[in-house]
């Protein structure tokens, strides 16, 4: 079982950043493919960017591409977004998801991000 806890999210000026980590259990943090999502009140749950286990590929929903960055550190078990020129829109409860490769998925609680002037 893995078990992923988020943090780092808060209320924030629109244009400003967040550093967003997702910090996960057990010794096979660097075979899992990971991803963050969002999901804002009333609507579904959606990819915001995700990362390959090694960390050389990435992916990320046209709405973020050039704004947010997911990174890794493999010895530190975490994955990271770092959300930069941030717009009320992004205001969203931001989860990690892990897929270990069985396919397997898990999910943290979720951080709120609030952008709000």
């Known amino acids: 079982q893995v078990q992923l806890v988020e943090s780092g999210g808060g209320l924030v000026q629109p244009g400003g950043s967040l550093r967003l980590s997702c910090a996960a259990s057990?010794?096979?943090?660097?075979?899992?493919?990971m991803a963050w999502f969002r999901q804002a009140p009333g609507k579904e749950r959606e990819a915001v960017a995700a990362?390959?286990?090694?960390?050389?590929?990435?992916d990320y929903a046209e709405f973020v591409k050039g704004r947010f960055t997911i990174s890794r550190e493999n010895a530190k078990n975490t994955v990271y977004l770092q959300m930069n020129s941030l717009k009320p829109e992004d205001t969203a409860v931001y989860y990690c998801?892990?897929?270990?490769?069985?396919?397997?998925?898990?999910w943290g609680q979720g951080t709120q991000v609030t952008v709000s002037s």
């Open positions: 998801r892990a897929r270990d490769p069985l396919l397997t998925y898990y």
């Open positions: 057990g010794r096979s943090f660097s075979s899992y493919k």
């Open positions: 990362i390959s286990a090694t960390g050389n590929s990435t």
